[in-house]
């Protein structure tokens, strides 16, 4: 997935595919934290993360 901008508080992450058009919204401060970088860094950033049974991602990771 990508994170594709900062929208206040909010990092948008979409899957990184050409097609992709769904965005979701999680708690930047959260995301950078899990991924291990500051959230300045997080826009365009590339990463991995699990997801819940409800959908939801979490143990969001970089991508090398």
């Known amino acids: 997935m990508r994170v594709l901008l900062l929208f206040g508080d909010q990092a948008e992450i979409t899957a990184d595919a050409a097609d992709a058009v769904e ?3 999680y708690p930047a ?8 970088v500051d959230v300045s860094q997080l826009p365009g950033m590339k990463l991995t993360a699990l997801a819940g049974e409800d959908g939801r991602l979490s143990a969001f990771r970089t991508v090398e």
């Open 29 to 36: 401060v959260s995301v950078a934290q899990e991924a291990g």
């Open 23 to 25: 965005v979701q919204r």
